[in-house]
């Protein structure tokens, strides 16, 4: 089974890199410049075009502006759709994958720790006073979330009478109860990290732990950033994202040491070793704690 695990991951890993390639995500330019550099800095370029010359990247021009963002999102729910459910037999139950966006019907407030966020919605959104009181920074909007559906009791009893009408009738899980799905993890996808964008992770990462009622889902950002001190931007400390996954870990410790920049070099272990920063084949099993 160990086996499997690891050739079902490293084959989704493969097919991830592959989708970034293929729908321009990840490109070079003529100018010899990465999709996820900063074209300003050497160092960016340098650490960029050695991971994507590790992952045989194409000259092409890139996607623009939001677009290649808006794909990246895409990519990366495809990924956890095609591993984390397959992961039952370490986290059961019946699981949805969805990319929010402003056409999506679902909402932060679809959720059991955050259905009270619609009441709120309502109440300010005609009432210009009570926003200036209570504020509006309530409002998250994850890019991507990975809800659980309700159990029906029959599912609950199925190895052992648990529960019947005299008990448990609050409980978060229990269909009968007549609740919302239960937000188990919140994924912002950021393709590269300049200082706005990490703050953006940030913001959504501290409204969603202030306003929940009941147990934090994960929260996670995934990345594309080759600068180590960017990454630690957002990645160093604790008490806001769970942790920080890079789309190709592994290529970018080989790019960096390769570039001989101590700081960076020094930076980026500091990460890995204080569990800040992982590969994103690491992320559907940390989702599955």
Same mark, same amino acid.
């Given at each position: 089974?160990?086996?499997?695990?690891?050739?079902?991951?490293?084959?989704?890993?493969?097919?991830?890199?592959?989708?970034?390639?293929?729908?321009?995500?990840?490109?070079?330019?003529?100018?010899?410049?990465?999709?996820?550099?900063? +074209?300003?800095? &050497?160092? @960016?370029?340098?650490?960029?075009?050695?991971?994507?010359?590790? %992952?045989?990247?194409? =000259?092409? !021009?890139?996607?623009?502006?939001?677009?290649?963002?808006?794909?990246?999102?895409?990519?990366?729910?495809?990924?956890?759709?095609?591993?984390?459910?397959?992961?039952?037999?370490?986290?059961?139950?019946?699981?949805?994958?969805?990319?929010?966006?402003?056409? +999506?019907?679902? &909402?932060? @407030?679809?959720?059991?720790?955050?259905?009270?966020?619609?009441? %709120?919605?309502?109440? =300010?959104? !005609?009432?210009?006073?009570?926003?200036?009181?209570?504020?509006?920074?309530?409002?998250?909007?994850?890019?991507?979330?990975?809800?659980?559906?309700?159990?029906?009791?029959?599912?609950?009893?199925?190895?052992?009478?648990?529960?019947?009408?005299?008990?448990?009738?609050?409980?978060?899980?229990?269909?009968?109860?007549?609740?919302?799905?239960?937000?188990?993890?919140?994924?912002?996808?950021?393709?590269?990290?300049?200082?706005?964008?990490?703050?953006?992770?940030?913001?959504?990462?501290?409204?969603?732990?202030?306003?929940?009622?009941?147990?934090?889902?994960?929260?996670?950002?995934?990345?594309?950033?080759?600068?180590?001190?960017?990454?630690?931007?957002?990645?160093?400390?604790?008490?806001?994202?769970?942790?920080?996954?890079?789309?190709?870990?592994?290529?970018?410790?080989?790019?960096?040491?390769?570039?001989?920049?101590?700081?960076?070099?020094?930076?980026?272990?500091?990460?890995?070793?204080?569990?800040?920063?992982?590969?994103?084949?690491?992320?559907?099993?940390?989702?599955?704690?």
């Amino acid at each position: 089974m160990k086996n499997k695990m690891e050739t079902l991951l490293a084959e989704a890993r493969k097919k991830y890199h592959e989708s970034l390639l293929k729908y321009g995500v990840l490109t070079i330019n003529e100018k010899g410049i990465p999709s996820n550099a900063d +074209s300003a800095s &050497k160092l @960016s370029i340098t650490i960029a075009r050695g991971i994507a010359d590790q %992952l045989m990247v194409e =000259t092409h !021009d890139k996607a623009v502006g939001q677009t290649s963002g808006a794909k990246f999102e895409q990519i990366n729910m495809e990924f956890l759709k095609s591993t984390f459910p397959k992961l039952q037999n370490l986290r059961p139950g019946k699981w949805h994958i969805e990319k929010l966006g402003n056409r +999506s019907g679902t &909402k932060t @407030s679809s959720f059991a720790q955050y259905e009270h966020l619609e009441y %709120l919605s309502k109440i =300010t959104k !005609d009432n210009p006073e009570l926003v200036t009181c209570i504020g509006n920074n309530y409002i998250v909007a994850p890019d991507i979330v990975i809800y659980r559906e309700l159990e029906a009791d029959e599912e609950i009893n199925k190895m052992q009478l648990l529960v019947n009408d005299t008990v448990c009738k609050m409980a978060d899980i229990r269909a009968s109860n007549g609740g919302r799905p239960i937000l188990h993890a919140s994924i912002s996808a950021k393709w590269t990290m300049r200082s706005d964008r990490a703050q953006n992770s940030r913001t959504e990462a501290l409204g969603l732990i202030r306003n929940r009622k009941g147990h934090l889902p994960h929260i996670v950002v995934v990345t594309g950033e080759p600068m180590p001190g960017r990454l630690a931007s957002l990645a160093l400390g604790t008490g806001d994202i769970d942790c920080m996954y890079h789309f190709a870990l592994y290529e970018l410790i080989k790019a960096v040491e390769k570039s001989g920049a101590e700081d960076s070099i020094e930076m980026l272990h500091l990460l890995i070793e204080g569990k800040r920063i992982k590969d994103i084949s690491d992320l559907p099993l940390d989702l599955a704690t």
